[in-house]
């Protein structure tokens, strides 16, 4: 009786210690709520990662591809990759003493409006002061949607291995109706108007349909070429071979005026000293604040099923080989 007892002592403390973390838990994150706009004013932990100057520099990683993340984990929703760069360069932006962003680069690009938002942002953090800058440093691939982010910089710099460009939009769907005909599955949608089941996969392919999409297309492309343009300096109409979605290596795109030299993280660094006007740069990295269940649940948590959503047809600065 007594050894029953005992036994059971190692149960109690172990729930009264999982009680009083999440009380802390959930105090402390009421207490967040309450004490500042977290998204207006993101308050991030900084990791030293370089450097032993005085002048603050953040780089800040693109990496995968540029799209809004759905997925959801056993517990919590799954890290959105596009808040997280927005968070770090709003929280970049209101450091007074940070002057520099390096966007470090390996992404095929993605959704053409998170592309745009995090292009908008960089722009925002360059024009918040005279003295700011943004490198941008490509790592393996700097595609597309990515490669438009990368016109906010004031500088490219591409590893010789890396591949470059991709400069166009794309749409994908597929077409069922012939597959549905063969196996007697029949479609029944109930519409206000002709046009509001384009690219219905059970009707057949509607010119019109495609037409009205083709010109959406064309004017995303418009303005995606019309920033390259602009950002490298580049004559419109001798530049037509390039946004016409081919990549390019990085000697290639050195040539052809996409990025300003070929090299590797050392000379991002320096580029940035250069630009910055200094020798010594003092370089952190973002992390979230997290408390230690978010950390234990968020790193740990498995994947039970896959994401089996039907996605919709979706406007893409992406490159797909």
């Known amino acids: 009786m007594h ?8 149960w109690i403390i172990t729930a009264l210690l999982a009680l009083a973390l999440l009380g802390t838990l959930f105090s402390h994150c009421s207490k967040v709520e309450k004490d500042y706009p977290r998204d207006e004013s993101p308050e991030l932990d900084e990791t030293w990662s370089s450097g032993s100057g005085d002048i603050k520099v953040a780089r800040i990683p693109l990496d995968g591809v540029i799209m809004r993340n759905e997925e959801e984990g056993f517990f919590t ?42 292009y908008h942002a960089l722009r925002g ?4 002061r005279p003295d700011r800058r943004v ?21 490219i710099i591409a590893e010789p291995t890396a591949v470059v460009g ?4 794309i749409m994908q769907t597929m077409n069922f109706q012939g597959l ?40 995303m492309q418009t303005r995606f070429s019309g920033i390259v343009t602009e950002s490298r300096k580049l004559d419109a109409a001798a530049s037509a071979e390039l946004f016409d979605g ?47 269940i978010e950390q234990l649940i968020e790193g740990k948590a498995p994947i039970v099923l896959p ?9 893409l600065y992406l490159w797909k080989p």
Not at 125 to 128: D, H, I, K, L, M
């Open 135 to 155: 490198v941008i440093f490509i790592r393996d691939l700097g595609a597309s949607g990515a490669y438009y982010a990368a016109m906010a910089g004031d500088f």
């Open 246 to 292: 081919r990549i390019f290596s990085a000697a290639e795109a050195l040539d052809k005026g996409l990025i300003d030299q070929i090299g590797y993280w050392d000379d991002a660094l320096t580029k940035t000293a250069q630009l910055l006007d200094t020798g010594a740069l003092h370089v952190i990295r973002y992390e979230p604040q997290r408390t230690f």
């Open 77 to 118: 929703a799954r890290s959105d990759m596009v808040e997280s760069i927005l968070t770090q360069v709003r929280a970049a932006e209101r450091d007074p003493e940070m002057r520099a962003i390096i966007l470090e680069v390996n992404s095929p690009g993605g959704g053409v409006t998170p592309s745009d938002e995090i």
């Open 180 to 219: 549905s005909e063969k196996i007697g599955i029949t479609d029944v949608t109930i519409k206000s108007g002709a046009n509001k089941d384009m690219l219905n996969p059970f009707q057949p392919v509607n010119t019109n349909q495609v037409a009205l999409l083709q010109k959406l297309i064309d004017e």
């Open 307 to 315: 994401n089996l959503k039907l996605r919709s047809p979706q406007f």
């Open 3 to 10: 050894q029953h007892r005992k036994s059971r002592k190692p």
């Open 125 to 128: 953090f360059r024009a918040s």
């Open 166 to 169: 991709s400069i166009g939009v």
